[in-house]
């Protein structure tokens, strides 16, 4: 029995020390060597098909206060976040400055989730396309609509069969597809990719972080929220106990 104890204490050390790996790597930019799969996700059992996605969503299921047909573990949270990460970097070629303020806009969007199934609100349904959904909470049917159209396709999504719509691989390729290959935004994609990158990889050269961010904001609003997911989590302390204080006065 103390053998077994022992074991399960070696076990959820070693965890904590690949969870630990894995925010540095993200928060420093090594996407190249971030530790991945360190938790389990199965896309495979998001359902696809519009009435079972539905019955998810009329469990109840809640993330942080929002509707989700599924909610996340920390842990998942944490492995969703380093797989955004590592997409923007690898797949869309943002540099490292970027795909970190990219990746807190959808944190912020996202409602703080990194959950594909996110809904806007409490008191929208998932066939409301008026309203957002997902990591960038995509809205009306141009956006929402699309979404689930290309999840639907098997010829354009990448994947040559549909997908849920409300699972990471799927909004990932699907941002991928808005940026690159939907003709939309190539401008905006096109100037991201410019931010910072002068020919150069900044998985190979240092940037000035602050020059970086400051040349970013002027001339990227996308980037609006570029600031560390540490400081959106101080900020939200912060606040609360703001509210506390001002609740006791």
């Not at 971030?34 to 059992?45: F, G, P, R, Y």
Request: with cysteine.
């Amino acid at each position: 029995m103390r053998k077994i104890k022992i074991w399960k204490r070696m076990i959820s050390i070693v965890s904590v020390l690949l969870l630990l790996i894995n925010y540095i790597n993200c928060i420093t930019g090594n996407s190249n060597n971030l530790v991945l799969n360190t938790v389990a996700i199965d896309d495979s059992k998001i359902p696809v098909n519009h009435d079972e996605i539905l019955a998810e969503y009329a469990k109840g299921n809640r993330d942080k206060g929002y509707r989700v047909a599924y909610a996340l573990t920390e842990e998942e949270r944490l492995e969703y976040r380093n797989r955004i990460y590592a997409y923007l970097c690898n797949e869309l070629g943002f540099t490292r400055a970027v795909a970190i303020g990219a990746l807190n806009n959808i944190y912020v969007e996202s409602a703080r989730t990194f959950n594909p199934s996110v809904l806007e609100g409490i008191s929208w349904g998932y066939d409301d396309v008026g309203h957002g959904i997902g990591l960038l909470q995509w809205t009306f049917a141009e956006r929402n609509g699309m979404l689930k159209t290309f999840a639907s396709d098997g010829s354009i999504n990448g994947f040559g069969k549909p997908v849920s719509p409300i699972s990471l691989d799927c909004q990932l390729h699907y941002l991928k597809w808005e940026l690159v290959d939907s003709g939309r935004y190539t401008n905006i994609y096109n100037g991201l990719l410019a931010i910072g990158s002068a020919g150069k990889s900044d998985y190979d050269t240092e940037v000035d972080a602050d020059a970086q961010e400051t040349n970013e904001v002027e001339n990227a609003d996308v980037l609006e929220n570029q600031i560390s997911i540490d400081d959106l989590e101080v900020e939200e302390e912060n606040a609360t106990s703001t509210d506390d204080d001002d609740t006791n006065k």
